[in-house]
């Protein structure tokens, strides 16, 4: 598997749509800081799912979309897909290529694919779980994520381990797990709420059911009788509307008569008023005729003014031009003479122009052949300057190596004694370095004990955190028991507080109790003593007794009679001692059956009273028998609550609430324990750690001293051949001195005979120097002679052009004025003519103007008449119009009386609607199933319906779907009970699935950290050229929370942390983790942003190494700038910014460059044999 493909468009500085098409190697992307080249980082970071605008270096996730530049609009959308070839079917799907593909749209939504198909984020996460790909795994190092490996604390680091473990789908699972099974508790917890509100609610839709069918009866007898009384007065209603029409179709008729009348007057008022406006329109059409006539005549007068005025300015504009040209033939009459002037002095100066340039010529000539002769005299001089400088070189080289070969000898006599001093140092630091390693030793050992000691005081401490914590959630688990009890005690004493303001009974016997009346003892239920087993059949052997008020005498019960009659207090049942008769026997009885009078403990003085109303009375388990009558069944019908045990459900309410804060007190000591045991825990556990470090730090300086000690060793060994050595070099520097000190002589000899050449090219360049300023100075001489000649024949010839130019324009100017003086001629004969045309004119409109003005008059005498008629008409269609208004007065009164009574009938009909759903029509067939056929009858009894909706009042609301609900809640009940096993059953199930979920973990973590530490080792130490590197777990008890701390020892130093490395160390320590990662879990592809910017040109090399080993398993794509590592690419990308803000790429790949270079190359060669 690896990346085939990234396509990018719209995303930050990638207007245009972009194709990066990728083989398996390495690829390096380049180009100038600032260009766009982190971005295709940025964008396949965020096409696999990242959803953090700040690791995209951005202020909001919008702003990925390219925001536009100076010459671009912003773009809507942004979208990157990376392709992937999946041969090997890495990835979960039966494709060979796999596209991942994400947009982004200014309206903030975000789309994601997976081969063109829409699918969620977590489909495209899940996707790359365990291949290294993800927002925490190490296949994409971005900028700073080098540094991050190391900065990160062990917990975030582990996460890394993780993804190369191949856990992360199991981390992934067992969190959904864990999430899954919060939820399934906070359903459980949801579900048995419910069902105890369920259970309350069953306990009252019983009575509400009984009471829904009492209101139902009540309602059935109010509908027929009021249904009744509603036919009757809407029979009446329509008798009284058969009355007022047949008083009212006269007045209608009448009314018709004299509208007809109306009409016949009112067209003959219309054909009168057709006519006037017909005449009217006539009128109108001749005063606009002499208007316009009038305006023609004014218009007319208007042009021939005009016309004068226009005569007169012409003839005034024909002298001015007559002026104007006289003064042009003056001008003109003088230009010539100066013309031929000028014509003549150009003539003579052209003339005279050719031998003044001919002696310049010749002047250069000469300057030329003395400025060939100094450039032949320089050349010799330059030969001779060049043998002399030459000579003067090897003379200072020679010199040079001599005082080199001086230093070298003195430089190898101090080498030599060096060497012999440090030879002696290095004997004694062995000696050092022996004792060091037994103190390390010792010192190890006893930090070994105190670790080993620590070690299993955290094991205590973990075993007692367990068994505080099992204390603490058997306490939670039992205040969770206490709340659910009292929850449902209190539910139950609010459904008895209701029942009992809803019993008129129960209210009624409350009232008596709470009273001053004389006599008054109490309900028999609180004046016996009954065994909480035998209290559900007393109720049924008791019946309505049980609640009953025991008084002394019969008035006292009168009194309290009296009493709620008065309040209005609801009734009571009274059992009277005086008349209790204590002496009757049982007359029958039962077997295997014992009398519920032995069950009862009282005072003597109810003796009397429980004997009358239990004499006759057994009990056989849960059954009650008397003599004629017999009750049992099931307990759970008493659900609802008796008020037998409300006191014991208050007791009981105070009992758990005692027990509560028991129960939280004691927690809350636990807590108190467990939070300091936890706090020593951690101090213990950080000392441990400490210990652990320490003891490592150890085990590496005894590693250190003893590699030391052989280094040592080697070093004394490479000393004293390098002593040797130098003792060799010192007698061959001494030989190369006597060689250099003979061609010094030989140099000096030379130097002399090229400095006395060098003298005589100088005396020869002097004299040829001295002639030529007096040449220059004749050539200037001539030259500006020449220049001012030019420029005065320049200024003839302009002059000759300019007077020209004068003479043609005058004569354009004669041509111009007598087509213009030619022009107004014509002009004012038109204008004459014009006048007399309109004076002609004016003189036909006058006439005419004439008789429209008569034919006016007429027009206006005849529209008087037209008007005088109508008047008439219009004064005797009024009066025949007040006599209708009265007629519509007496029909409007009637049609008044008329809705009055319609409404109350629709009223009636509403009323039947709305309340019993009901229409008139039906009513026939509701009187014939009622007895009442035809006319409603008398006896409707109006008091009765008056109780009946008194009653239904008092009832108050009523649910009348309550055995309906009931059934409802019952089988609610049962799917719910259901609901709660199944929850049970998942959730023990989920519970299994993590643990197997842990166990695997573990064991693949464990696994993986040892491979990974392995190779981590060797890595350092190929990068390092040395040196020690180690993983350490944090907590190794815990596997599957522990983080992972990283040790690492250069060669030859000794750091206590990570921190204090250098820059190009902690990058090369950084990889050295990843490419252990890569050995145990290849990822498909890496990317790094610029991860070998901090390293030099010898680690440059050895990363470079690494990166062509992995490359056989692991696509690279490396953004860089280091020319090393663009060496080993196998193809090339670069991003420019052509234009500003927005990434341009091109691309090279190297082998087939290298290919075709190789084969030009042969190509040459061949073509040259």
């Not at 609009?73 to 897909?81: F, G, L, R, T």
């Not at 001629?825 to 006048?835: D, H, M, T, V």
């Not at 209708?884 to 409404?903: D, F, G, M, P």
């Amino acid at each position: 598997m690896y990346l085939k493909s990234i396509e990018v468009y719209g995303f930050k500085s990638f207007c245009n749509k972009i194709k990066i098409p990728l083989k398996p190697g390495i690829t390096c992307i380049v180009g100038p800081n600032g260009c766009g080249k982190s971005n295709v980082v940025d964008s396949v970071r965020w096409c696999i799912g990242e959803m953090s605008w700040k690791s995209l270096r951005l202020p909001s996730m919008l702003d990925v979309i390219f925001s536009g530049t100076a010459k671009r609009q912003p773009m809507n959308i942004a979208e990157v897909s990376m392709t992937f070839d999946n041969e090997s079917k890495k990835l979960p799907f039966d494709f060979t290529e796999v596209a991942v593909t994400r947009k982004i749209y200014r309206s903030e939504e975000s789309e994601y694919f997976i081969n063109r198909v829409q699918c969620r984020l977590k489909d495209i996460r899940e996707m790359f779980l365990d291949t290294g790909i993800g927002s925490d795994g190490y296949a994409i190092i971005d900028q700073g994520g080098v540094e991050f490996v190391l900065s990160a604390n062990p917990e975030e680091r582990r996460e890394i381990f993780e993804e190369a473990a191949g856990v992360s789908k199991y981390k992934a699972k067992r969190e959904e797990a864990v999430r899954k099974l919060e939820k399934v508790d906070q359903d459980l917890a949801r579900l048995y709420d419910s069902m105890a509100l369920i259970d309350e609610q069953l306990k009252k839709l019983e009575s509400e059911a009984r009471k829904a069918r009492l209101q139902q009866k009540y309602t059935e007898e109010l509908k027929k009788a009021e249904v009744s009384l509603i036919v009757r007065e809407i029979s009446s209603y329509k008798k009284e509307i058969d009355a007022e029409n047949a008083n009212l179709a006269p007045v209608n008729s009448e009314l018709q008569e004299m509208n007809s009348a109306i009409t016949a007057v009112d067209a003959e008022i219309s054909a009168l008023n057709l006519n006037l406006t017909q005449k009217q329109e006539d009128e109108r059409i001749l005063r606009e005729t002499v208007s316009s006539i009038k305006s023609r005549i004014a218009r007319l007068e208007e042009i021939m003014v005009r016309d004068e005025q226009m005569i007169k300015e012409a003839l005034s504009r024909t002298e001015e031009l007559k002026t104007i040209e006289t003064q042009n033939a003056e001008s003109f009459e003088k230009i010539a003479p100066e013309l031929e002037d000028l014509a003549a002095k150009k003539a003579r100066a052209e003339i005279e122009l050719p031998s003044l340039k001919a002696d310049m010529e010749a002047v250069f000539e000469r300057l030329k052949k003395i400025e060939d002769e100094i450039s032949s005299v320089n050349g010799e001089a330059e030969g001779v300057n060049g043998e002399v400088n030459r000579l003067y070189q090897s003379e200072m080289d020679i010199s040079t190596g001599m005082s080199r070969t001086n230093s070298d000898i003195s430089h190898s006599g101090e080498s030599i004694l060096t060497l012999e001093k440090e030879l002696e140092q290095l004997r004694r630091k062995s000696a050092d370095i022996q004792e060091k390693i037994s103190k390390a030793k010792a010192h190890a050992d006893e930090i070994k004990k105190i670790h080993d000691s620590a070690g299993q005081t955290v094991a205590d401490m973990e075993a007692e955190i367990n068994r505080l914590e099992s204390e603490i959630s058997a306490k939670n688990a039992e205040i969770a028991e206490i709340h659910t009890a009292k929850a449902r005690i209190e539910a139950k004493l609010e459904t008895i507080t209701l029942q009992s303001e809803k019993d008129i009974y129960l209210t009624g016997t409350s009232s008596v109790l709470n009273s001053e009346i004389q006599g008054v003892r109490g309900t028999l239920r609180h004046l016996i003593n009954v065994r909480k087993e035998d209290r559900s059949v007393m109720e049924e052997a008791f019946g309505k007794f049980l609640d009953s008020v025991v008084v002394e005498t019969a008035q006292s019960a009168r009194e309290a009679i009296d009493y709620l009659r008065h309040l209005g207090k609801g009734r009571c049942r009274f059992l009277i001692l005086e008349n209790a008769n204590t002496g009757t026997s049982p007359s029958w009885n039962a077997p295997n059956a014992a009398k519920i009078r032995e069950k009862i403990s009282c005072h003597s003085d109810y003796d009397g009273i429980i004997s009358l109303l239990l004499n006759d009375v057994f009990v056989s388990g849960g059954t009650v028998m008397g003599p004629f009558w017999m009750a049992g069944g099931a307990d759970e019908i008493f659900q609802e609550g008796s008020p037998w045990d409300e006191e014991d459900l208050r007791s009981r309410t105070k009992s758990l609430e005692d027990g509560e804060k028991s129960l939280v007190s004691g927690k809350a000591e636990i807590t108190a324990k467990l939070a300091e045991t936890e706090k020593e825990l951690g101090r213990t556990r950080e000392n441990l750690q400490n210990l652990s470090m320490e003891l490592h730090k150890t085990q590496i300086q005894m590693e250190e001293a003893a590699k030391e000690l052989d280094m040592n060793v080697q070093n004394i060994d490479f000393e004293t051949k390098t002593l040797e050595k130098e003792k060799e070099e010192l007698r061959t520097f001494e030989q190369n001195l006597s060689g250099l000190q003979s061609q010094a002589s030989a140099v000096r000899k030379e130097l002399g005979e090229k400095k006395a050449a060098q003298a005589r090219s100088a005396e020869r360049r002097n004299a040829l120097q001295a002639e030529y300023p007096k040449i220059k100075e004749e050539i200037g001489v001539k030259k500006t002679r020449l220049e001012n000649f030019d420029s005065h024949l320049e200024w003839l010839k302009l002059e000759v052009t300019r007077r020209e130019t004068e003479k043609n324009e005058l004569l354009a100017e004669k041509e111009r004025i007598s087509s213009r003086k030619t022009e107004l001629a014509q002009k004012i004969a038109g204008f004459k003519l014009e006048a007399e045309d309109s004076k002609n004119a004016l003189a036909g409109l006058r006439g005419e103007l004439g008789e429209k003005e008569i034919l006016e008059k007429r027009l206006s005498i005849e529209i008087t008449d037209i008007n005088t008629n109508r008047d008439s008409l219009l004064v005797q269609i009024k009066e025949r119009r007040e006599v209708c208004q009265e007629l519509e007065t007496r029909k409007h009164a009637a049609e008044i009386r008329l809705n009055s009574l319609n409404v109350r009938i629709t009223d009636l009909e509403k009323r039947l609607t709305d309340e019993w759903n009901m229409d008139f029509m039906e009513l026939k067939s509701f009187n014939a199933q009622t007895g009442y056929a035809g006319a409603v009858p008398e006896e409707v009894d109006e008091e009765r319906v008056k109780y009946l909706r008194k009653r239904l009042e008092n009832m108050g609301p009523v649910n009348m779907t309550a055995p309906e609900e009931y059934d409802a809640m019952v089988n609610r009940y049962n799917f719910t009970n259901s609901h709660v096993e199944d929850l049970n059953r998942a959730k023990n199930d989920l519970k299994l699935a993590i643990s197997k979920i842990n166990e695997t973990t573990k064991e693949n973590f464990k696994n993986t950290f040892e491979k990974v530490r392995e190779h981590f080792r060797q890595i350092y130490g190929i990068l390092f050229d040395g040196g020690e590197a180690d993983l350490i777990l944090t907590v190794p008890d815990n596997v599957l929370e522990t983080g992972v701390e990283i040790m690492a020892h250069p060669p030859g130093k000794r750091l206590v942390s990570i921190s204090q490395l250098s820059g190009g160390e902690k990058a090369l320590t950084a990889l050295a983790l990843l490419f252990s990662f890569f050995c145990v879990n290849p990822s498909p592809f890496c990317i790094m942003d610029e991860a070998d910017a901090a390293l030099d040109e010898a680690n440059i090399e050895r990363f470079a190494r690494l990166i062509r080993e992995f490359s056989k398993s692991t696509q690279f794509l490396i953004i860089t700038h280091n020319k090393r590592t663009m060496e080993c690419a196998d193809v090339l990308y670069g991003v420019t910014m052509e234009e500003l803000g927005v990434s341009k790429l091109i691309s090279v790949d190297l082998k087939r460059a290298s290919a075709l270079a190789e084969q030009q190359e042969a190509t040459a060669v061949t073509s040259n044999r």
